[in-house]
């Protein structure tokens, strides 16, 4: 367990909009960041930070929370990991209790899929620097391509021992469990078909180098395991199986170390292989990530957009493994991503040729030779078409084809033109081309079926819309006083029934001073109403205890409260009050009106329909009793009363209601 202090200590240091601008490319918006929604694919920024009320929204899903609850729902952290993961940033000590080997067993899959991962990056990288075997082959492999003691420990490089089952063993003296070697593929189990009783269980990665995967957030994933063997009939690399805590579509390595830099030089290189990310990193070009030789995915090229807009794609001098890569360059456009392309000499790669440079050279050779994806796609296959204009025209439809995918109207523009010019042919022709495609995807979108059932003539009748849920809404509504304002004093009025000499009922007006939480509690308790909403009761009681204890609404301890649905509900609503820094209206000379002027009115009209539509619920139950034969005439008559007595009570709220209206 994780002590109290730790985790006030984490609460206290923690800035939300650092722990985020970790995962996520934010920009000044007000006293706000705003950016691209890590949890949904989008072109808009839905995505606020607030970093005085330290607290975050994701407009676009929903989402919100503090530094805690983003973690756990980016990086699926549980609670005490997210805090783990916090110390570590700011180096705070964690006061824990140690986790025994009960303890280990009982977390749950993925936690222990982490656990086991996190393990099995320590013990490769211990045998690199520390076993005889390790030293004289894994070592020295990593010496002989150049790598320093200083980038091995930034990438965790490793060593499996060249022995069947010295990792596997290592691992069950610790504790851990075979299923969960077995789960993330570190350890091949093989298992009698008919018994499930384990015969043999052996290392995935045996005599291997170990390059380890690692998340946005440095949680091992997964690894890669390279054969230094010259045996033609052994894969030269392994990657771990896909599991529910690795998919390599999803992926990209390097993303851990490289993230601040890629934000900062609103940039990434995007190269193949591991040692093309490492050579460059310990030249001096720390914005580069790979996609470990798969081919490019939306996943990854979204796992970018989150930091930058930009992505310049690195590729061998090989030609033929161009032509074969070059296709994820539309997948990049069609995000609505920026892409450039540089090529290097024949026979060179990212790892190769920075190997040879220095920082200045390398960074010299990258900028000269950025070449925007028209020049270099055109100036690629015109090589193919040289004086065939069957083969040319095929060229221009292949790059209109590649514009087509461009989000961006005026870019479509601007890259026509510039096509027009290389390929010497008229603006016109190629707009036109580029209709037709635009036509032909759209056709063939609206072939795809969406209805399972055939027309049969009959019109479809529209669905009738949800019913608003009257009682959420109100809930809601008094919720949202409470955390905005429920530490305000307000001027009330309120309006008594009275009967005046002549036996004649009156309505009396009070004019007087109450905190806003008082006057929302009292005349809940009036008629011993709670919530109907679960979380909303949460939160409600949260208050009410708060104020029993201090007079006062804290709402830090709302936020940071270890309950997640009530800090992600409280900053979700604290959130709304800052959706119109989205949308820039104050550039517009568009004001927001301040709600604190009108509580008075706001606040009994919230609380009178609230009791107002609870007694009306009341009173239709009641009446519901009477028509059961089972009462007697005596219980009967005792809930008629009670049905007049609310019925009264209704009345004198639709009064008041009307008065405050």
């Known amino acids: 367990m994780i002590s109290r202090d730790t985790i006030d200590k984490v609460f206290e240091t923690a800035r939300v909009e650092e722990v985020i601008g970790d995962f996520v490319n934010l920009k000044k918006a007000g006293a706000n960041f705003k950016g691209l929604s890590p949890f949904t694919d989008e072109k808009t920024p839905s995505f606020m930070v607030s970093p005085v009320k330290q607290i975050w929204k994701d407009f676009s899903t929903g989402k919100g929370g503090n530094a805690i609850t983003f973690l756990m729902e980016h990086e699926h952290y549980s609670y005490p990991e997210a805090i783990r993961y916090l110390a570590r940033k700011y180096n705070i000590e964690i006061e824990e209790t140690q986790q025994t080997d009960e303890q280990k067993q009982v977390a749950d899959e993925r936690e222990s899929m982490y656990l086991v991962s996190e393990f ?10 520390h076993s005889e075997k390790g030293k004289a082959i894994g070592l020295t492999y990593f010496k002989a391509r150049g790598f320093t003691d200083e980038i091995i420990q930034k990438f965790a490089l490793g060593y499996a021992l060249d022995e069947w089952s010295a990792f596997t063993d290592a691992a069950i003296e610790k504790k851990y469990d075979l299923e969960f070697l077995d789960k993330t593929g570190l350890t091949i189990v093989k298992r009698n078909t008919e018994t499930g009783i384990v015969e043999r269980k052996f290392d995935r990665f045996k005599g291997r180098v170990i390059f380890p995967i690692q998340s946005m957030s440095g949680r091992i994933l997964g690894f890669g395991g390279r054969t230094l063997l010259t045996d033609k009939k052994v894969a030269k690399y392994v990657n771990s199986p896909e599991s529910i805590i690795y998919h390599k579509s999803k992926v990209l390595y390097g993303i851990f170390q490289a993230k601040q830099s890629i934000a900062k030089m609103n940039n990434c290189y995007l190269v193949e292989g591991y040692t093309d990310v490492i050579s460059m990193v310990q030249t001096g070009i720390e914005n580069v990530v790979a996609s470990s030789g798969t081919a490019l995915t939306p996943d990854q090229i979204r796992l970018i957009n989150r930091l930058t807009p930009n992505i310049t794609v690195l590729f061998d001098g090989d030609a033929a493994g161009i032509r074969a890569s070059i296709r994820g360059i539309d997948l990049i456009l069609e995000q609505g991503m920026n892409v450039k392309v540089i090529t290097f000499p024949d ?87 580029l209709s037709q495609n635009i036509k032909r995807e759209q056709r063939g979108a609206s072939k795809k079926p969406i209805l399972k059932t055939p027309f049969t003539g009959v019109k479809k009748e529209t669905k009738k819309a949800e019913a608003v849920n009257r009682l959420e809404v109100l809930e809601s509504a008094l919720i949202w006083v409470l955390l905005l304002y429920g530490n305000n004093e307000v001027d009330f009025v309120d309006y008594v029934s009275e009967i005046d000499d002549k036996g004649k009922k009156i309505i009396k007006k009070e004019e007087y001073i109450n905190v806003v939480s008082n006057e ?27 104020l029993n204890q201090g007079q006062v609404i804290d709402i830090d301890s709302l936020i940071n409260n270890e309950d997640i649905e009530i800090a992600s509900k409280v900053t979700s609503i604290l959130m709304d009050e800052e959706k119109h820094v989205l949308s820039d209206w104050e550039r517009h000379d568009i004001i927001p009106k301040k709600k604190v002027r009108g509580l008075p009115k706001f606040v009994p009209d919230v609380i009178y329909n609230f009791r107002g539509l609870l007694v009306e619920e009341k009173i239709n139950t009641l009446k519901e009793l009477t028509k059961t034969t089972a009462n007697t005439l005596k219980d009967s008559q005792e809930i008629l009363v009670m049905v007049n007595d609310y019925s009264e009570l209704r009345i004198l709220l639709s009064e008041k209601l009307n008065r405050v209206v």
């Open 347 to 433: 026979g060179e790669d990212p790892d190769s040729f920075a190997r040879n440079k220095t920082k200045e050279e390398l960074k010299e050779y990258l900028e000269e030779n950025a070449k925007d994806f028209i020049q270099f796609k055109a100036s690629l296959l015109l090589e193919d078409a040289k004086n065939d204009p069957i083969k040319k025209a095929e060229l221009i439809r292949d790059i209109v084809a590649s514009i087509s995918k461009i989000p961006n109207n005026i870019q479509k523009e601007i890259y026509i033109q510039e096509c027009a010019s290389i390929m010497g042919i008229s603006e016109n022709v190629l707009f036109n081309e």
């Open 120 to 129: 099995a990056k320590e013990h490769f990288h211990k045998n690199l620097f």
């Open 520 to 546: 929302v509690y009292v005349n809940l308790q009036e008629d011993e109403i709670e919530f109907t909403n679960p979380v909303f009761l949460k939160i409600y009681y949260e208050i009410i205890q708060q």
